[in-house]
């Protein structure tokens, strides 16, 4: 790729994806109000769909990270300790 005004260098692309990733993550630590069930009506997708996709592109590159360190790094902690401190109930109307 030319490096101008118009076009991001690969590596620069995926040093800003990075950053982007790390800064979702973080927003998604900070927001324990925010249920699962709630992203995933909204937008198709959770937190254990990113720890899913960040397992699955780390075997694409040849590390084996199995689902509970993924969900870890997502959760910015343990996975049952996320659901204990902050997974609420369903009620009624999320279920539906």
Request: hydrophobic letters at 35%; one cysteine or more; charged letters at 30%.
């Amino acid at each position: 790729m030319e490096n101008n005004n118009n076009v991001i260098d690969i590596n620069k692309k995926l040093l800003i994806e990075s950053q982007v990733l790390q800064k979702l993550l973080i927003h998604l630590q900070k927001r324990t109000d925010v249920q699962n069930i709630d992203l995933m009506n909204l937008s198709g997708f959770c937190r254990n769909c990113l720890s899913r996709w960040y397992s699955e592109a780390a075997s694409e590159n040849g590390i084996d990270l199995d689902k509970d360190k993924a969900r870890e790094i997502v959760y910015g902690m343990p996975h049952s300790v996320w659901k204990d401190k902050y997974q609420t109930e369903e009620t009624k109307e999320l279920k539906s």
